[in-house]
């Protein structure tokens, strides 16, 4: 049992770059979520999905785009790349399991625009 | 709208001492509480819940009790070890059609030998 994949583990990108973080989960999650930690600090909630075909902005949606075409994958794209977006990016999902709902984290990846 | 609260680190302890990271939190609702934990490098994995008002979540040696009446889920552990260094979150998820993680800052624990 994977649990939630993404891919690449780290990338190093020019300003005005563009590219598409990978978020794959298996265990037939409806939710998922994108959010980025920046140095020091906690997790913005960038996008979540509740469910294939659906997409909504969190907190910090600016300069992002998501699309869900499947249950399985939630990727995550970076437009005209700037310093800005330096940070680590994590990708989750979570079942709608009422009061027992449990979120379950990729290990992130480690983005750096020069 | 819903937030977490905690206290800010580093928290640095030497081995066996009992550890303490406060967090509070605001929510409409009754929200269910967790702790995660960041090891150097990794990604964030469960540490422990409680999704009710009196619960007690417990899991290698830590615990946080869910206290309605003072919005807090504090977490604790009697002996901490070297090994225990690492970020602790606290964290709400919301229970509404969204089932968003509102997290905390984050507190840095570091534990000396």
């Known amino acids: 049992n994977a649990g939630v994949t993404q891919t690449p583990k780290f990338r190093i990108l020019k300003i005005g770059q563009s590219m598409t973080l990978q978020c794959t989960q298996d265990?037939?999650?409806?939710?998922m979520y994108w959010y980025r930690q920046d140095p020091g600090m906690g997790l913005k909630l960038i996008y979540y999905?509740?469910?294939?075909?659906?997409?909504d902005k969190g907190e910090v949606p600016n300069g992002y785009n998501v699309s869900r075409s499947t249950t399985e994958d939630f990727p995550l794209r970076l437009e005209l790349a700037a310093p800005s977006q330096t940070s680590v990016y994590f990708c989750?999902?979570?079942?709608?399991?009422?009061?027992?709902?449990?979120?379950?984290f990729g290990q992130g990846t480690r983005l750096t625009v020069v | 709208g819903d937030s977490v609260t905690q206290m800010e680190g580093p928290v640095t302890l030497s081995e066996e001492a009992f550890l303490t990271i406060n967090c509070t939190y605001t929510?409409?609702?009754?929200?269910?509480l967790f702790w995660y934990v960041q090891y150097p490098g990794e990604g964030l994995q469960l540490l422990l819940k409680?999704?009710?008002?009196?619960d007690k979540g417990s899991n290698k040696g830590f615990e946080a009790t869910y206290r309605k009446e003072t919005t807090s889920f504090h977490l604790e552990k009697g002996s901490v070890q070297v090994s225990d260094s690492a970020v602790y979150f606290c964290?709400?998820?919301?229970?509404?059609?969204?089932?968003?993680?509102?997290f905390g800052s984050g507190t840095r624990l570091l534990v000396r030998p």
């Open positions: 989750a999902s979570t079942y709608s399991g009422g009061s027992n709902t449990e979120a379950f």
């Open positions: 265990m037939n999650h409806n939710y």
């Open positions: 999905s509740v469910g294939a075909g659906i997409t």
């Open positions: 929510a409409t609702g009754y929200p269910s």
């Open positions: 409680a999704t009710k008002a009196d």
């Open positions: 964290a709400l998820i919301r229970m509404d059609s969204s089932y968003k993680l509102i």
